[in-house]
């Protein structure tokens, strides 16, 4: 177990010693370790490296430290710049959970159902990966969540870059409880004025959020962005079906040749009805 | 004669009661002045004397146990539900550097199989494995990772079968079991097969598989004794059963195997797994050192017995008016692989199947049936949750068919004292069902959103949620239940106590386990009651006492408190006599208060430790209620001693387009005979509809074809306390039972019977669905426009 007080001497620590396993929360590799699953020959804790325990600003984006935690992210101050991060940062789980967990970790886990990934996703947040040598690189998270471009040995993810959009977002979570769960489904929503595009990503459904973007671009050329950025209930409604739709498709139609045509059975069905009242409601809130 | 008291905006946990002693006590004594002594005695909420080690985290739990050079132990555990064993090969196990012993079906000297009713179980699965979990072989090791790592190298060679995981299938399947697949079958006939009613309603049900889930699993400590014995500490809640089934596995005489009752964290049903047990005590016998095993949270799920999955189907015959006429029903039990406690559940899940009503004509087969699911067994108010909410949801459709009020409907046909069950056996204790229906409807219903704007609104979903106001649907719904106390059909229910008194202290040895129920605090209040003395400590249990039984259905309460009692009263008459021969008048005339002893006159005054006059009195006495019979081959027979009931009002909130359901409210009026300990009852009722919210809404181990999946915490979801509703404890009908010691009744196993069906009422008032499903899934509470 070694505890690096920087970036940098974290990624020395890892490159020396290549099984090493970086740890912030734990939340999820205690887990691991505790079930018997992953056995770490050594641990790199990153919990002292302050420079990513915070967030900076660059050019009309955030900086955000991996270290973050979900229950710093859930504060008001950072509400106020990115609610939707906010907003998946306070239904992660437990407070003793948002105390530990970090938004580095839930990247790194990737989990289907990590609450910040849907986030990321409609924002279209890039990583900041730190490297072996003071180097850093940049992907879109997308790429990671799909294994487009994984990290490589010895690399961190150091910072999450955001924008900074000025607008109302929404993140909305299905848990099937009153206390904290798993999310069943859950949805983000951002409005982008100055690009005059609406984002959302569905989590849980899938390995990886999906980003419906037909339905995102259909949905923003019906909203007036010079005016009162209003919708009919209708419009949100049809909005909703067009995600869901989107996300957990219709099975393929009857083959040519004849033959049954597929149906979706009933526990599908119900979760593209879950995600069609989540994205209704989360881009009426965001209307709003 | 009943208490009320504002619980309300309790949510509770079982602890969060203790804070209720000051603000609602429901009986008299408990408002003593702050200045006063402690209360003590009966009908006080004295604390449990471990209470605050609990709360501290300071109190030892078996799985805190230590002992010096003490090795490790794991179980290799079958995945598969159903295969033969071709070969185990334990060759590589053994040689595993650290490794002590490795041990299979080959090493068990004794009894090869086991069981708590009927030996059906093998200690190790030799020829066939017959549900995911069951124990193959075990390892003892220096290390407990290598001892997890060793099982995992014994290297079983398996054929795989064809799992019956569905209990229909079992009657026409392949018998699972040398005993075949049929464990039980209760042909219940009462009354007239030819009535009918003006009305007829049917409904089919299912109940999943609720885990007790104690908060801590199961662990042990396994101990040799150079006379070739072995002593077993472990959190068992039947230590005498236990023994015996152990002493006759290991081959041994019972007087060498001792069981030594640590702490228990947690118990809703049998605590601890004999498929632990025996492998610990076999593994210690075989090195000659102590063997510890902890549990994970995955082996527990595997290994300990669930609530019986149930699938009901009913028809209700009533007449215009809503009077029931004829009640047939088939219930089916899925008792997993083995028979364990299935014939007793079965026996309950019958003879309760029409609920607290009065039905002349009753009609019901009941099946428990051996399945390749995890194994079931005593899960608290096992039988009676299932039929509960089965025989419920009849009477919902029942009123919706009538166009009645349904807490209307069942007014009309509650039971009460003098009505006849459909086993033919005279209800003779109090049944106030009528008052306690009353009291839960009558109580006001809490405020809805739209009447207090001002407070934060809980939505289901949760804080931050999803959930939306527009789219919640509040419903109201009843649910009445009962369930019969002690063991039936002619278990000899018996409890040895013994009381002994040095000085001004008091002791009280019983093998009574202390699991949480409070027990323990119970027999200190008894014996401050009869001997009016402040210091009362009750013995750590083990079986060199002599036996009291399981912890179920307030037995304790009644036979293990009953033996308490009666011993102190031996004790009091030993102190009081000579005295009372010295004055000329009679024990009776006396009183002891405070460590005092006085005569009604006031002549005489003396303490306790003169008249002891150094002196130590013992007395042992027994207590074994009237004994009952079993129920014949038409499922009649007076098997019950006693009965409890319990009427609850769940208030919910559904979001009707995402199903998902929070429950604002339970309230409960209970049929508690008499109240001992107001807070420790209090808890109890908290802690039980806590669990019949668990079981009506999240919580069912899951399985497909047999496998268990996510056993684990994160799958499997217990309430929290956001999920917990306020718990409104509305009335306490305190009728004594006269024929059980102190009047009291059972008292935890009754909301947990009750409240699943009331929280599914709630849900059909709020959506208009049909919830016939226990938990009930989100799909299930989806109102769909048009």
Redesign the interface.
Known sequence: MTLPGSLDEAVAALSAMPAAVPVAGGTDLMAAVN??LLRPAALVGLGRINEIRGWQYQDGHALLGAGLTHARMGRPDFAALIPALA?AA??AG?PQIRNAGTLGGNIASAAPTGDALPVLAALEATLIIAGPGGGRREIPVGHLLTGFDMLRPGELIGYVRVPLLHAPQTF???????????A?ASVAVVLDPARRNVRCAVGAVAPMPLRPLDAEGWVASLIDWDGERTLAPEACAAFGDYVAAACIPDPAPAPLDGGEPGTLP??AL?LR??VA??AR?ALGRALA | MTGTGGMGGMTGTAGAADGAVTTAPVTSPALAGAAEPPPHGLGVSLPAADAAAKTQGIYPYAADLWAEGLLWAAVLRSPHPHARILSIDTTEAARMPGVRAVVTHADVPGDTAHGRRIADRPVFASEIVRHHGEPIAAVAADHPDTARLAAAAIAVEYELLDPVTDPEQAFSAEPLHPDGNLIRHIPLRFGDPEATGEVVVEGLYRIGRQDPAPIGAEAGLAVPRPDGGVEIYTASTDPHADRDLAAACFGLAPERVKVVVTGVPGAMGDREDPGMQLPLGLLALRTGHPVKLAATREESFLSHPHRHPTLLRYRHHADAEGKLVKVEAQILLDAGAYADSSAEALAAAVSFACGPYVVPHAFVEGWAVRTNNPPSGHVRGEGAMQVCAAYEGQMDKLAARLGMDPAELRLRNVMATGDLLPTGQTVTCPAPVAELLRAVRDEPLPALPQDDPDQDWLLPGGPDGAGEPGAVRRGVGYGLGMIHMLGAEGADEVSTATVKVTGSVATVICAAVETGQGFTTLARQIVQDVLGLEEVHVAPVDTDQPPSGPGARSRHTWVSGGAVERAARMVRTQLLQPLAAQFGMSTELLTIADGKITSYDGVLSTTVGEALDGKELWATAQCRPHPTEPLDETGQGDAFVGLAFCAVRAVVDVDVELGSVRVVEMAVAQDVGRVLNPAQARARIEAGITQGVGAALTENLRTSAGQVRRPDLTGYALPTALDTPDIRIVKLVEERDVVAPFGAKAISAVPVVTSPAAVASAVRAATGRPVNRLPIRPQAAVVTAG
């Open positions: 079930s018997g907003a306070r239904t437990p909305l979570k299905a848990t099937g409880r009153t206390g904290p769960g798993r069943v009933p526990a119900h009805r879950t009242t989540l409601r």
